[in-house]
């Protein structure tokens, strides 16, 4: 067989080759149009106990999980220390935390066993400091010392401003509160 001979087989088989390509891309595009004209929209579910995203290092920034039969949604920093957090506790009432950069809760917001909001603004070791929530449907304000002992107390009772300051036995050493005039 001649050289000339053998090129043209050959541009021959390189022409057909392009052109079942060609065909076999344009059937499985007919195919995959076939088989999803054939599908009814719905939803469409995905189910798992837990998702983690993570970054380009590797790391978890965000986790959907659901832990102890309790949902939470939770927030990582560029440390892998978890700063934010919202859950349902065993009670199925919802809380809300900030934490530090060492992972410790410094703010909460949650739902007393009474169904009545709460804010607490804790110390660099977890303890509450301030809180501000309702108590039977009135107002309530607190500030607690380093013993986690409240010393000032803030609140409405039946409508009235009252105000205490406690000493540090724990015992009320000021209490003012407003009269009906």
Same mark, same amino acid.
């Given at each position: +067989?001649?050289? %000339?001979?053998?090129?043209?087989?050959?541009?021959?088989?390189?022409?057909?080759?392009?052109?079942?390509?060609?065909?076999?891309?344009?059937?499985?595009?007919?195919?995959?149009? !076939?088989?999803? +004209?054939?599908?009814?929209? #719905?939803?469409?579910?995905?189910?798992?106990? /837990? *998702?983690?995203?993570?970054?380009?290092?590797?790391?978890?920034?965000?986790?959907?999980?659901?832990?102890? /039969?309790?949902?939470?949604?939770?927030?990582?920093?560029?440390?892998?220390?978890?700063?934010?957090?919202? =859950?349902? %506790?065993?009670?199925?009432?919802?809380? *809300? !935390?900030?934490?530090?950069?060492?992972? /410790?809760?410094?703010?909460?917001?949650?739902?007393? $066993?009474?169904?009545?909001?709460?804010?607490?603004?804790?110390?660099?070791?977890?303890?509450?400091?301030?809180?501000?929530? +309702?108590?039977? #449907?009135?107002?309530? *304000?607190?500030?607690?010392?380093?013993?986690?002992?409240?010393?000032?107390?803030?609140?409405?009772?039946?409508?009235?401003?009252?105000? =205490? +300051?406690?000493?540090? /036995?724990?015992?009320? $050493?000021?209490?003012?509160?407003?009269?009906?005039?």
């Amino acid at each position: +067989m001649t050289d %000339d001979r053998l090129r043209e087989r050959l541009d021959r088989l390189e022409r057909d080759n392009r052109r079942l390509k060609r065909v076999g891309v344009v059937i499985g595009v007919l195919l995959m149009a !076939a088989l999803g +004209m054939g599908q009814t929209p #719905g939803k469409r579910v995905i189910t798992a106990n /837990e *998702f983690v995203l993570i970054d380009g290092k590797g790391e978890h920034r965000m986790v959907l999980a659901v832990k102890e /039969e309790q949902p939470a949604f939770a927030l990582y920093d560029g440390h892998g220390q978890r700063r934010a957090l919202l =859950t349902l %506790d065993e009670d199925g009432r919802p809380a *809300f !935390a900030l934490a530090d950069a060492n992972g /410790e809760a410094r703010l909460s917001l949650g739902l007393s $066993h009474g169904g009545e909001p709460r804010l607490s603004l804790l110390d660099a070791t977890g303890h509450l400091q301030l809180g501000l929530g +309702m108590v039977i #449907g009135e107002p309530h *304000f607190w500030m607690c010392d380093a013993d986690r002992e409240v010393r000032v107390r803030l609140l409405l009772s039946a409508g009235k401003p009252e105000l =205490t +300051m406690y000493g540090a /036995e724990g015992r009320a $050493h000021v209490w003012i509160k407003a009269d009906n005039d």
